[in-house]
Structure formats: C-alpha cells, structure tokens
C-alpha cells in the first residue's frame, strides 16, 4: 500500500504542475495576442521608412549620411543583445545567446567586441564571459518608443564619438506563435542601399532631398531598435505559450501513465488479498 501511496502522491503533483503550466499559457496567449498586433502593426511602417531611407540615400552623395554612414575598419564592436526578463519559454533564450557567442567567434576573432544588454537572462550568461557595458532590464516594465529612443540615442551616440566602428542587434525576429527566427541585424553603420532608385513616380520634395536624409536617419534607427525589441517580446510570448503547451500535454501523458500503474498496482493489491481471504477460508474448512 506505500506504493499506491507514493504513486498517489505523484498523481496529486502532476496534476497541480498541470494546472500551473495551463495557467501560464493561457497568460502568455493573452499577452502574445497584444504583442503580435503592435509588432505586426508596426513592420509596414518600420520597413517602408527604411526603404525610403535606403532609396534617397542612393540617389545622394555618400558623405550625406554624416556620421552614421561612415564606412570604417572595424576593430571595436558592439553588439546589442536583446532577451527577455523571464524563463521559462524554452529554449528562447539560450538561441539568441549561442548566436551572440558564435558571432563573436566567428566574426569579430581578435578586435574588441562590447555588449549591450536588454533583458535581464542575457546580461546573466553573457556578462560571465563577456564585456557587458550596460544593461537595460527595466524597458520591459515600460515598452514605449520614447523609452527605446533614450537607448537608440546613447548607441548613436558611442558611434558618432568613435567608440565603435560597427554596432549590430541580435535578437528573434517574431514569425509566429511557434516560430522565432535568430537575427542578426546590422545597426550601424547605416547599411547602403543596393542599386539605384527605381522609383516610378517623379517626386517632389520639400525641403531638398539631402535635409529629408538627414531628418530620417535618427528616427529610422530608432525605429530600428524599437521593431527589434517588439520583435523579441512577441516571440518572447510565443515561445512562452509554445513551452507551457507542450509542459502541460507532458504532464498529461505522465499522469495518464502514473493512473494506469496506479489502477494496475491497486488491481494486484485487491487480487492479492481476495486470494488471501480464499485461502484462509480454505483452511478453516479443511
């Protein structure tokens, strides 16, 4: 009876994970609903200012961009790696992680390479083994574009001082629910559009071209950052829901199979003591 006791109390735990992973995904679905419409909300607008941006840039002279267009012999990196403040979204995380590491290695062997961090699980394992410069948890209490831009500014600002040749952004890129893409996304030095501009329509612009440029590149990087922090916080969501789904099927299984043991274990008990009060009964006769 201590093993019917003991599979019991295994039963009762399952079932009580159960209903705690269930709770999460019905969370993380709420909250996936309302980051799924900002960032989809969003992408049409972030990638035509970035075309725009791209195309006027094209019909332009090179040295109209000014600082954030400089072309330069990367030695000093910077790379901002965005993750979220939680866990529990399988392997969310570790993904970006693993790419920002592989990166390095990979690509940067031997120059200086900073981290900036946004996400509290990023800054934990990174800052072990890498140079983490700053660290922004506290974007997530507060997910606003103006709260993003004070962050935008400060990297705009390392790279117009010289601190960095180079500075990229690796986070997943939202897809759906159950998929999220690794991304590793350059952020500056603006990256130069390919070809020429092959607009159909003869636009007028007011003021001139260059002073358009200009006026954009600071809002088209901000709009950059804060796309990739929505992207990751959608995804952040999805996987989330995806992981409590498939905990809660788990469990599911693993109940139903502790039952089965659990009926078969208390069907012998019972068999076995029929048997003994036959037995006994047989004696008493005999």
């Known amino acids: 009876m201590a093993n019917l006791k003991e599979i019991r109390n295994r039963i009762t735990s399952i079932g009580s994970t159960m209903q705690i992973t269930s709770a999460m995904k019905m969370v993380s679905a709420a909250k996936l609903k309302k980051a799924q419409d900002a960032i989809t909300q969003m992408r049409p607008y972030a990638n035509k200012l970035t075309e725009l941006l791209q ?11 000014g600082v954030y267009s400089e072309q ?3 030695s000093r990196v910077l790379l901002v790696v965005i993750t979220s403040n939680r866990g529990l979204c399988g392997g969310f995380n570790s993904s970006v992680i693993k790419a920002s590491i592989k990166n390095i290695e990979d ?11 946004i996400g509290k699980k990023g800054n934990d394992l990174l800052s072990k083994t890498q140079n983490v410069i700053e660290n922004h948890n506290e974007i997530y209490d507060d997910l606003t574009f103006n709260n993003v831009a004070v962050i935008a500014e400060k990297i705009m600002s390392l790279f117009a001082e010289g601190k960095y040749e180079k ?9 759906n629910a159950a998929t999220q893409i690794e991304t590793i996304e350059q952020f500056l030095p603006i990256v130069p559009a390919e ?9 007028i612009f007011e003021p001139s071209k260059a002073e358009i440029v200009l006026e954009l590149i600071p809002k088209s990087l901000k709009t950059q950052l804060y796309k990739a922090i929505r992207d990751s916080f959608a995804s952040e969501h999805g996987a989330r829901m995806t992981a409590m789904h498939k905990a809660t099927d788990n469990a599911t299984d693993l109940r139903n199979d502790l039952l089965l043991t659990y009926n078969k274990a208390r069907q012998a008990a019972i068999t076995n003591e029929i048997l003994e009060i036959v037995g006994g009964a047989e004696a008493l006769n005999n």
């Not at 195309?55 to 040295?63: E, F, G, V, W, Y």
Request: a negative charge; glycine letters at 10%; hydrophobic letters at 35%.
């Open 55 to 65: 195309s006027l840039s094209a019909t332009l002279d090179s040295d109209v961009g």
């Open 195 to 203: 070809g020429e501009f092959k607009g159909n329509v003869d636009y």
């Open 72 to 74: 330069k012999e990367v």
């Open 167 to 175: 500075v990229e952004l690796i986070y997943n890129q939202f897809k």
């Open 107 to 117: 690509n940067f062997k031997g120059k200086q390479v900073d981290l900036l961090t």
